[in-house]
């Protein structure tokens, strides 16, 4: 009788402990979900903003176009858009009068890296130095220091992101990108970001001949089919908020 309650009790025992433990779990998980829920992203790229939003964001990579940039430039201001440009700081040195413009039209100037190397392949130090680098001349230029580092092709490590963000930058990528960079067609440029549309999209292009004739028309089918273009800032708070 006796030995019948010892392992009665015994269950009990472990019933309580794996329900116990069950509980610490749940809570465990519930406290991890709602910091994840009010802490900003860091440690990993931002590709897009929220999917609730109906805003996207317009970036475009430079590190050469220098001819094509005017003209975009002019259909933002009629357009009353807040673009992000990410230059190379070896790009704005040769051409600080038209990087100090793309900042005095009001759009958000962005880190590139200084000479637009494959930052994959870059360790720590390595990556520092060209975001620093990058960093120091724009702020220079501009009087202006980025606080989003865009890695030239996309491409990253998580020694990129850590030095990036050792410095201040978020790392931004695009959840629509243009490929302007292969002149295949103004049409294709327009029907890949109408294909790709969606909320809190990051749209990528960069400064060529066809795209700024398919400006207008990927501006216009933004906002006909119901979105707002809004800063990167607005839709990488989207996130956070």
């Not at 220079?140 to 092709?153: L, N, Q, R």
């Not at 749209?203 to 707002?228: C, S």
């Amino acid at each position: 009788m006796r030995t019948r309650i010892q392992n009665l009790t015994g269950r009990k025992t472990i019933i309580i402990t794996a329900l116990s433990l069950i509980l610490l779990t749940a809570a465990i998980f519930n406290a991890f979900k709602y910091y994840m829920k009010v802490q900003p992203v860091f440690g990993q790229p931002i590709y897009q903003g929220s999917d609730k939003s109906k805003g996207v964001a317009i970036t475009c990579n430079v590190d050469w176009g220098s001819e094509y940039l005017p003209g975009m430039l002019e259909v933002f201001k009629v357009a009353q858009i807040n673009a992000a440009f990410f230059v190379t700081g070896k790009w704005a040195e040769e051409n600080a009068q038209l990087t100090r413009l793309i900042a005095d039209y009001g759009h958000t100037i962005g880190n590139h890296g200084y000479s637009h190397r494959d930052h994959s392949k870059l360790d720590y130090r390595q990556n520092e130095s060209e975001i620093a680098k990058a960093q120091q001349v724009l702020q220079e230029i501009t009087g202006i220091t980025p606080k989003y580092f865009a890695p030239p092709s996309g491409a990253y490590n998580k020694d990129t992101v850590r030095a990036a963000e050792d410095l201040g930058c978020k790392v931004i990528l695009w959840s629509i990108d243009t490929i302007d960079w292969k002149r295949d067609g103004v049409d294709r440029i327009v029907s890949r970001v109408d294909k790709k549309l969606h909320g809190g999209g990051i749209i990528l292009m960069h400064p060529t001949d066809q795209t700024l004739e398919a400006l207008p028309d990927i501006i216009n089918n933004i906002t006909e089919r119901g979105f707002e273009i809004l800063s990167l800032e607005d839709i990488v708070n989207s996130i956070e908020n």
